[in-house]
């Protein structure tokens, strides 16, 4: 009976369609809904209590009316940080058992103090200044006492408002049968109705909450009038079948993050298949006119799923979360945000009113939010978020290649057929994927020797010609006694354990019976990296790479698809706490194992599908399991763009359609837009039909062909731009209201996207199009079309409906800016690793950067790298150097074979080196391209053009 249940599970699992019901809503969660419903009414007051300088400012939080006795003081601190932004803090002041918080998601960096702040008070406000953002004016955070409220500013300038429509509401840890919050009818029958209104229940602050949802309130005089049993998910609540219990009882918080008049769009939270700038879900609080009626019912949700071919348009979970939000605003150009570092399941209304507003609605855990203050540049918000969770990790070369993937490859034959098709075409690839159908019975870490009997001579077959190879491992382990995994993790009680602390939890998904490993636990995340050394992944080499999924982690038969809640680590915390870190914290353990496996010398390459603030550091996301349908390839770019707006770069969806059947025309139209994405693979169902470029015709052939090699082209630039995130923290792929914060037309866009600052790109997502209408921002700004070479008509309006046949994709390089490319056809990125370079000068005036290093080694950490840059005024093309040491002692034989100027006015008489020596060139069509002049790239030289 059971394997029939998991049988008629697993099928549910690969129908072509998401049943919503298997998901809750707001008004299906417990604490979401006593959030929701709470009106703007009763309020906290603040009251200093420590203002030292050498520690965060305290103050005692209380609520300022109502019943509340039973309802503890809160610890409120606030922080202005040495990386310019401010943290919040609040939790119960001295509870007698401290609220959980993860240790693997800040950076300690992160979180030095600034040394330059001062407070000034009075009777009804405290005013922290502080002077460590860049060089903007003083930052000073104002706490309001009574109310409580805190507000931002930078001169004159109100960035963003804690607690201005007053929803705060902290529930607090308490034994069952105390007071608190309820939504039964109170026994006294002449106290259950209030101005011919019904009292459905009361706050635990002691204000009834009416049936009709108004926001009348009616003091309640008599404690004993408030229930002492709550029916409104307190200790226990029913989703279907699931039943889950509370043992310390309602531990949520909730509060309101508005942000001024002048905030134009609110981005993040990802992940949903939505468009970039989030909608409406509510009216405003206040009663204020609402600019943006609401387009959603229920809040944006964050609680990492497993949602196969998810719905569009829709606010509901997918598999990763991200609790940064990020405010725009078109008239100043000021970019600002909050960052709640809490991992645990969170409902996020917004509404657009007088400015924009989000409620924040949290089921357990402390209440710490940073608020990014940002500065007079874009890339300052960013620079403040990543200095708490990391920059993107600078990914191997190889990884930025194209990567050919389906639910499987079947055996090596098969293998080695598709490796050998993609040689007949000279098509570029650089990985080959296998899933889980090579392991031996659904057991990671092993191979099934019927269909792969050799997986290393088949491995180093592909590395012959510089491709690698990439097996699936995910987070649940068969449980099986025979298998060694399984053996050594229950020997050593490795696994999530039941409610009881004690059991190990027992779980299905693609093995059949699972268990799940511990990986919030440090010594369970070493003993997994051991795991990829060569004597234990038997059948591995340096050059197998791995693809972490499921790891949300999934759980067929559990509640949404996932685990129970109330299941424990191994330091006892329930997984209610934890659970949206786990799939990063998995990733990482994996990663961290790669590195091992090298000797610490090689960079990882790990793709993961669950995500949380800080997988940048780990290796790539991609957006699950999508369809081979024309919505969702329209939808893959506003969702690409709103995870790397969440400072997560190294993302992609799979090209062509996870589910279902793509005909050539959508083929190519995906092909097109996953080259100028972040993360470049081709992935299919098994119950697919096979999609490998050649099974498409000879001319579709062609056209996926091409986008393969335009990616292959822009390799250098692509790797630069990965550098310069790895820096700063900027995204790789923006919006374009990134680079062009006050042009009033760029925050909607989300059909169309940057790379860097310098290329845009306007993919065709629309079936049997051949035209795309394309927005070209910035004032007096020239774009170049990157295949004619010549320079874009753009009307007054900015707007071009570009012609778009379908071996097309409009893709512009902005004038001012250099692109470093490679032209040589090659089979992989190995094979590319000595060729030359080509630089392509954009505008009269422009610069650029190259960065280089060896492209997979951390060597760079030590300098061995070279960042170039280039610059072009007045006729003259400079080369200088920015940093590191990369051919310092004369080894470097990288050099430039190429350099092609666009919008030159008239033909050159010659062009000339440094040295004197004259270059030979051709022009034609305002294109002058200088061929051969043989420059090192890592030396000082200066071409002249006469």
Not at 394 to 403: A, E, N
Request: charged letters at 20%; glycine letters at 8%.
């Amino acid at each position: 009976m059971l394997l029939l249940a998991l049988l008629v599970t697993l099928l549910l699992h690969t129908t072509n369609a998401v049943d919503q019901t298997k998901f809750r809503t707001c008004t299906q969660t417990g604490f979401c809904r006593r959030h929701r419903n709470k009106v703007p009414s009763n309020t906290y007051t603040a009251a200093l209590t420590s203002s030292s300088p050498d520690a965060p400012y305290k103050f005692l939080l209380h609520p300022s009316k109502g019943y509340t006795s039973t309802h503890p003081n809160l610890s409120l601190t606030v922080d202005p940080l040495s990386n310019g932004a401010v943290r919040v803090r609040v939790q119960e002041n001295n509870p007698e058992t401290s609220r959980w918080e993860s240790s693997d998601i800040l950076l300690p960096a992160g979180l030095s103090r600034c040394a330059s702040t001062t407070h000034t008070s009075d009777s009804s406000s405290v005013t922290i200044s502080s002077t460590c953002s860049s060089s903007d004016p003083p930052t000073n955070t104002v706490i309001s006492l009574s109310p409580f409220k805190i507000t931002v500013k930078q001169g004159d300038e109100t960035l963003m408002s804690i607690n201005e429509s007053q929803l705060f509401h902290f529930e607090h840890k308490r034994d069952k049968g105390g007071v608190q919050a309820a939504t039964a009818e109170p026994s006294d029958t002449k106290a259950d109705h209030h101005n011919g209104k019904k009292i459905v229940g009361y706050w635990e602050d002691g204000l009834a909450r009416y049936e009709d949802g108004t926001t009348e309130v009616k003091p309640v005089e008599d404690a004993s009038s408030i229930p002492k049993e709550d029916e409104d998910g307190f200790w226990e609540e029913k989703f279907q079948s699931h039943h889950d219990t509370k043992p310390n009882g309602p531990m949520s918080f909730g509060v309101d993050i508005t942000f001024p008049q002048k905030s134009t769009r609110l981005y993040g939270i990802p992940e949903h298949a939505s468009s970039l700038a989030l909608h409406a879900t509510r009216p405003p609080p206040s009663g204020s006119a609402s600019s943006q009626a609401p387009k959603y019912k229920d809040p944006y949700r964050l609680y990492n799923l497993d949602v196969f071919e998810y719905d569009l348009d829709v606010p509901m979970s997918l598999y990763g979360s991200i609790p940064l939000l990020i405010s725009h605003s078109v008239d100043t150009g000021r970019v600002s945000g909050a960052f709640f570092n809490n991992p645990s399941e969170m409902f996020i209304d917004i509404w657009s009113g007088e400015g924009m507003g989000s409620h924040w609605m949290v089921e357990t855990g402390v209440m710490e939010i940073f608020l990014l203050v940002g500065g007079s540049e874009v890339s300052e918000v960013y620079k403040q978020y990543s200095s708490l969770t990391g920059t993107q990790a600078l990914p191997p070369m190889f990884s930025l290649g194209y990567h050919q993937c389906r639910w499987n490859y079947k055996d090596e034959k098969d293998v080695y057929a598709v490796h050998k098709k993609f040689e007949e075409h000279d098509y570029p690839y650089d990985v080959l994927w296998l899933d889980i159908e090579h392991t031996d019975g659904k057991r990671y870490f092993t191979w099934d020797k019927r269909f792969f009997p050799n997986p290393v001579k088949m491995q180093q077959t592909l590395w012959e010609q510089g491709r690698r190879m990439v097996t699936i491992v995910d987070p649940h382990i068969k449980r099986d006694n025979n298998y060694y995994v399984h053996k050594e993790a229950t020997a050593k009680s490795l696994y999530i354990k039941n409610a009881d602390g004690k059991s190990d939890f027992n779980g299905w998904c693609w093995p059949g019976d699972s268990s799940y490993l511990d990986f919030t636990e440090e010594k369970v995340r070493k003993w997994w990296a051991e795991q990829f050394k060569l004597d234990k992944y038997v059948g591995s080499t340096p050059h197998l790479h791995i693809w972490n999924d499921m790891n949300e982690m999934s759980v067929f038969n559990g509640p949404e698809v996932t685990m129970q809640k109330t299941t424990t680590n191994l330091q006892g915390v329930e997984h209610r706490e934890w659970h949206n870190i786990y799939g990063m914290l998995f990733q990482r353990a994996t990663s961290e194992g790669l590195v091992l496996r090298s000797g610490g010398k090689e960079r990882p390459f790990v793709l993961s599908r669950s995500f949380y603030a800080g997988s940048q550091r780990w290796g790539a996301i991609w957006t699950g399991d999508n369809a081979a349908r024309w919505d969702h390839l329209a939808v893959a770019g506003p969702m690409l763009l709103t995870i790397n707006t969440a400072g997560l770069s190294f993302i992609g969806a799979d090209v062509g359609g996870f589910f279902g059947n793509a005909d050539s025309q959508l083929m190519v139209r995906w092909m097109q837009s996953g080259a100028y994405q972040p993360f470049f693979r081709g992935h299919a169902h098994h119950d697919s039909a096979r999609r490998e470029p050649w099974l498409f015709g000879d001319e579709a052939l062609q056209m996926l062909r091409q986008s393969s090699m335009e990616r292959y082209a822009l390799l250098p630039f692509w790797y630069t731009i990965f550098h310069t995130s790895s820096i700063t923290g900027m995204p790789v792929m923006r919006p374009l209201w990134m680079e062009y914060p006050t042009d009033p037309n760029c925050p909607a866009l989300d059909h169309q996207w940057l790379i860097g600052s310098d290329l845009l790109v306007c993919p065709v997502v629309q079936e049997n199009a051949v035209k795309v209408n394309c927005y070209f921002p910035g004032t007096n700004q020239n774009w170049y079309n990157v295949r004619t070479m010549q320079v874009q008509p753009v009307p007054a309006s900015k707007w071009v409906n570009l012609d778009a046949p379908l071996d097309t994709i409009p893709v512009f390089q902005r004038s001012g800016s250099i692109v470093p490319k490679k032209l040589r056809l090659r089979r992989s990125t190995e094979m590319m690793r000595n060729d030359p370079y080509t630089l392509v000068v954009a505008g009269e005036s422009a610069t650029g950067e190259l960065y280089i290093d060896d492209g997979h080694s951390y060597d760079f950490e030590n300098g061995e790298y070279a960042k170039r840059r280039f610059d072009y005024v007045g006729g003259k093309l400079t080369n200088t150097k920015l940093s590191g040491n990369w051919g310092a002692n004369g080894t470097c034989k990288d050099w430039i074979e190429r350099i092609i100027f666009m919008g030159v006015s008239s033909k050159p008489s010659s062009v000339v080196t440094s040295a004197g020596q004259s270059l030979e060139f051709t022009y034609d069509k305002n294109t002058l391209v200088v061929r051969k002049p043989e420059l090192g790239v890592v030396d000082e030289w200066t071409l002249e053009i006469l």
